[in-house]
């Protein structure tokens, strides 16, 4: 019998990677609050700028996460981190520099937001590709658990001190900071010491000749469509992710512009720091929750819940909103959070490792491709009838999505499935 497990706080690999993520999480929160406020303070830009601005950063999600899926199951996924991060610390360094010349227009923001988004795919595909491989399946929901830990402390305090550098340093050298954080995370990448395995690809191990990428994307494609519970997960994140784009799309417009609510930079972050105590509750209980009420059932639940955010929003009197926000924040950031943990963690559980890559590719095209939709949907009706009634059109459809899951075989799953580790599991894309 083998003896207990050990905790990964005692996982040097892991703990080199979780400190990759949480200091490149905390300097993104930085940009996430600088870029809109420097868009809307400095350059005067209109609120279609805005959302356009945010839907460029998406695009790539829908163009490129399919092809980067493929491309990581054939490549090792460490060297493609590191690339990632050291490419987006150049594309922001532009930001500052082009400000202090004279020479920063919002056109740059668009290039240096799609660059930054391309960079994203393959990171992120090959960061949630790569964890398995350092860490055992038995541990998939602690580590992921631990990871968005750091999301949600980086949410907690990135947007107070993010709103406090932007007050002192200007947002575009306040981004200097978000550059670094980007070296400083591939240079922890790269100190991970164990063996990454040998990507494997079925056909060479056959001894016949590799299909095209395309075949390869289709075959992701296939393994998440033709399963009933991914097919589901998906369909309600994607829906969620559309309709908040909606709602969210001008939201610090209608945060930071007099003409609506007029709330200083310093105290939007302070805001959304206070709100985004729900998410580490939701990192530390997602486990918990998972226990008390099946993985399922916690999945569509925190799915439900996590809709009332923008709603919050669409409420809060012009009078005393801030109140309403950080409810909204509380809520949105909970629900997000055990969410993410347990239907990633599923998601990891019953994929062959030769499918990572494509699967959470897939997933990823079919979930963010719909943000910069929802983006240019949310800037138009801004745009045409107002942003605080945007706001609450996104935040009324926003309720729908938990019906995905809700009919679906994902309502009947209590435990977390043994993680599928042999090549002859392909078939596990069924249920």
Not at 77 to 99: E, F, N, Q, S
Not at 139 to 151: A, F, H, P, R, T
Not at 391 to 418: K, N, Q, Y
């Amino acid at each position: 019998m083998s003896g207990p497990r050990r905790s990964l706080l005692r996982h040097p690999d892991f703990l080199k990677l979780w400190t990759a993520e949480t200091v490149s999480v905390f300097g993104s929160q930085i940009s996430a609050l600088a870029i809109p406020l420097l868009a809307v303070l400095t350059l005067k830009v209109s609120p279609f700028d805005v959302a356009l601005l945010g839907t460029i950063e998406m695009l790539p999600f829908i163009l490129f996460t399919l092809p980067a899926g493929a491309w990581v199951d054939r490549l090792r996924r460490r060297p493609i981190m590191i690339t990632g991060d050291l490419g987006r610390a150049v594309a922001l360094a532009t930001i500052p520099l082009a400000y202090a010349f004279g020479a920063l227009t919002i056109w740059q923001l668009y290039v240096v937001g799609f660059v930054t988004g391309v960079l994203t795919v393959f990171f992120d595909v090959s960061n949630q590709s790569y964890l398995p491989s350092i860490i055992e399946h038995d541990e998939l929901v602690e580590g992921n658990s631990k990871l968005q830990v750091s999301q949600s402390a980086a949410q907690i305090a990135g947007p107070g001190i993010a709103g406090y550098l932007v007050g002192v340093l200007t947002a575009p050298f306040a981004i200097l900071l978000d550059a670094a954080s980007f070296v400083a995370s591939a240079f922890f990448v790269f100190l991970i010491r164990r063996p990454e395995p040998p990507v494997v690809h079925p056909a060479d191990a056959a001894g016949e000749q590799r299909p095209s990428i395309w075949s390869d994307i289709r075959a992701g494609l296939g393994f998440v469509l033709h399963n009933r519970s991914l097919r589901a997960i998906a369909g309600g994140t994607a829906t969620s992710n559309l309709f908040t784009s909606i709602a969210f799309a001008t939201v610090i417009v209608y945060f930071a512009d007099s003409a609506y609510l007029g709330l200083a930079p310093a105290t939007i972050g302070v805001v959304y720091a206070i709100g985004n105590i729900g998410a580490l509750v939701g990192a530390l209980t997602a486990n918990r929750l998972a226990r008390r009420f099946g993985v399922g059932p916690t999945i569509i639940g925190t799915l439900a819940v996590g809709s009332l955010n923008p709603l919050f929003v669409a409420l809060a009197p012009a009078a005393m909103p801030i109140p309403f926000i950080v409810a909204g924040g509380l809520v949105g950031g909970f629900s997000q959070m055990a969410y993410n943990i347990n239907q990633v963690s599923y998601r990891q559980a019953i994929c062959p490792p030769r499918m990572q890559g494509r699967m959470n590719a897939t997933i990823r095209f079919l979930v963010w491709g719909t943000m910069p939709i929802g983006g240019i949907i949310g800037g138009i009706l801004a745009t045409v009838i107002g942003v605080h009634e945007a706001i609450w059109i996104g935040a009324i459809l926003g309720l729908t999505p938990a019906l995905f899951p809700l009919l679906s075989p994902v309502r009947h799953i209590r435990v977390m499935p043994e993680q599928v580790a042999r090549e002859d599991a392909a078939d596990a894309g069924a249920d």
